[in-house]
């Protein structure tokens, strides 16, 4: 078996889940790189879009920021950020792939604050950037997010982006697109999507070397477990060869 | 239409179109010589109390030179639009120029990693501060420069990102559904870096447009900053390209790698090394009071600034990575 770390196999366990065709809304970092890992094996036609503007580039390397040359190199437009997000609300929009701070059993994410005082916090996030409109947009929201007790937490101290709010029909109710909304979880243990009923976070695969019990050991909530879980396909010798030789040879992702 | 709930974050700008209609009403429509340093233009129409915008994204097309000039000046007090904003961000904190924030996305430089005198300025206490996101406020100004006072979106409902903005939820009178109502945010002053533009403020923007053809038009006031001064003939042979027509402008200052450490598209790309001295130098206190006077205090103009941190040779190695060719230049072959 190769031989990865925790980043490259969340990061090949996602590319996976982006078919040929669809189209996917991504931010910098390990998202961007999971899509330029489909692009270059299953999936040659997936059309990438940033929220500053750039429409299916044929990205040369791994952009810094979202908004760089980078991000519209051989693209077929360079547009505007009301463009991009009025797409993704116009429902063209497939996929989109975010992580956080924290995120609880319903797939909301925190990136704002930690800490109960929002005039004063304990800590100050970015905020939601894109994030909140590709969530609230896209059909379906893929988060990659190391798996432990500080970032799987019963509440998130603040929900920046919208996963199923409070479960059950919350979401629909609160004027939301309809049908959009958290798809797969994955991790460094596994791979969880939410039940359909309850919206409640599910296991659907445990990977190689980890049990559900060690996933619900790290996390802070309780976790369903899917009827028959399976474990998750390794990355291959060409994934990674692909990863680490075209997508990131400098390391910015794969690195940490 | 029925109010369903409102955020409980501050508007700390007027969505009153009428209000604007009365300011744009004043405002000269003539196609004057408006070219000017940008020190000037900053002492013109940057003033302390002003709710500021930064145009471009991040790091990208950012007219970093205004952001040096606004500090060097001392301004206070100001409002600003966190629109990702990156490293300009980190500039307008390290001088607590703000003390109040429209926020989508600041103390953050996405995959570089976080500004440590812009977090704990944030954390402080003496910044007020009211959550939007990335669209939302872009939709703001689109609503300001269509001049109505809101739009309705559907991002940010169900979420505290909501709870703590400044919007509304309201029924739609259409279908029933609750939509998230944007109200029109019309920036006192604004400045945005282009590639070209005349010296009536006639302007032109290569690559991605981000939100600043809405943004110079939601604002009172625009200072355009300008990688190069064109004639007004070129302009008017080729409209299509003109994307901020002059009577939106107030000063046009031209500043040859404005945007610089940040990227500016098919010119230069970001002086990645100097943005991580920036966040280096912030863990010290002394260390970082010095670099602040070496680079923005101490300096001059952006001219001196570059000069400092390798002048046109490290501007030369920026052109060539922004176009790609540093690699081959590295292989020898594309």
């Known amino acids: 078996m190769a031989d990865y770390n925790i980043i490259?196999?969340?990061?090949?366990?996602?590319?996976?889940?982006?078919?040929?065709?669809?189209?996917?809304g991504v931010g910098t970092g390990a998202p961007c790189a999971a899509a330029m890992l489909a692009q270059r094996t299953h999936s040659p036609n997936l059309v990438i879009m940033f929220?500053?503007?750039g429409v299916d580039p044929q990205l040369p390397e791994m952009p810094i920021s979202v908004g760089d040359t980078r991000t519209f190199y051989k693209a077929v437009m360079a547009s505007s950020m009301c463009d991009i997000m009025e797409t993704c609300c116009r429902g063209f929009v497939d996929y989109t792939f975010l992580g956080g701070a924290q995120i609880d059993m319903y797939g909301n994410l925190n990136s704002t604050i930690i800490g109960a005082d929002h005039s004063k916090p304990k800590v100050r996030f970015p905020g939601s950037g894109g994030a909140n409109d590709f969530a609230s947009f896209c059909w379906r929201m893929l988060v990659m997010i190391v798996q432990d007790t500080r970032r799987?937490?019963?509440?998130?101290?603040?929900?920046?982006?919208?996963?199923?709010?409070e479960g059950g029909d919350s979401r629909a109710k609160s004027g939301l697109p309809l049908d959009a909304g958290p798809y797969r979880i994955i991790t460094n243990m596994g791979v969880m999507d939410f039940e359909r009923e309850s919206k409640r976070m599910r296991v659907i695969s445990t990977?190689?070397?980890?049990?559900?019990?060690?996933i619900q050991l790290n996390c802070g909530f309780e976790l369903l477990r899917a009827p028959?879980?399976?474990?998750?396909?390794?990355?291959?010798?060409?994934?990674l060869r692909i990863l680490r030789e075209e997508v990131d040879p400098y390391k910015y992702v794969l690195g940490r | 239409m029925v109010v369903i709930e409102e955020g409980r974050?501050?508007?700390?700008?007027?969505?009153?179109p009428d209000r604007a209609r009365e300011f744009f009403r004043k405002k000269s429509r003539k196609m004057t010589n408006k070219l000017m340093s940008l020190k000037k233009a900053t002492e013109?129409?940057?003033?302390?109390?002003?709710?500021?915008a930064i145009g471009g994204f991040g790091a990208n097309r950012t007219p970093i030179a205004a952001c040096h000039e606004i500090v060097r000046q001392g301004r206070k007090n100001m409002g600003f639009a966190g629109h990702t904003s990156t490293h300009d961000f980190q500039i307008l904190a390290a001088s607590e120029a703000f003390n109040r924030v429209d926020i989508a996305y600041v103390v953050g430089l996405e995959a570089r990693g976080l500004s440590q005198c812009a977090r704990k300025y944030m954390q402080s206490g003496k910044v007020e501060v009211c959550e939007w996101t990335n669209y939302g406020l872009s939709a703001r100004l689109k609503a300001a420069a269509m001049g109505v006072p809101y739009i309705p979106t559907r991002n940010m409902l169900g979420t505290d990102t909501f709870k703590y903005s400044g919007g509304k939820i309201a029924e739609c009178p259409f279908t029933g559904k609750r939509l998230m109502l944007q109200p029109a945010l019309y920036p006192d002053i604004s400045v945005i870096h282009v590639h070209e533009a005349d010296i009536y403020g006639n302007a032109r923007i290569r690559g991605i447009m981000i939100s600043d053809d809405d943004l110079a038009r939601a604002s009172k006031r625009v200072i355009i900053t300008t990688e190069r001064l064109i004639p007004n003939k070129e302009i008017r042979r080729d409209p299509t390209s003109t994307v901020i027509p002059f009577y939106l402008v107030d000063a046009v200052c031209e500043v040859l790698y404005g945007a610089y450490p940040g990227t500016m598209p098919y010119e230069y790309f970001s002086d990645e090394e100097h943005i991580q001295e920036w966040l280096r130098v912030q863990d010290d206190p002394v260390e970082f009071q010095e670099f602040l006077n070496r680079n923005i205090y101490d300096c001059p103009d952006h001219y001196e600034y570059i000069q400092r941190n390798g002048g046109i040779h490290r501007i030369t190695e920026l052109r060539q990575k922004e176009l790609l060719l540093h690699k081959e230049v590295e292989s020898g072959r594309l």
Do not use: Q
Request: aromatic content about 12%.
């Open chain 1, 152 to 165: 799987f937490v019963e509440k998130v101290d603040f929900i920046t982006t919208p996963g199923w709010l």
């Open chain 1, 207 to 214: 990977n190689p070397g980890y049990s559900f019990e060690e």
């Open chain 2, 44 to 52: 013109e129409f940057v003033h302390d109390g002003d709710y500021l």
């Open chain 2, 9 to 16: 974050g501050r508007l700390f700008t007027d969505p009153d």
């Open chain 1, 51 to 53: 929220e500053a503007g």
């Open chain 1, 228 to 239: 028959d879980i399976t474990e998750t396909k390794p990355p291959t010798e060409e994934e």
């Open chain 1, 8 to 24: 490259e196999i969340m990061i090949c366990v996602a590319a996976r889940e982006l078919e040929d065709g669809a189209t996917v």
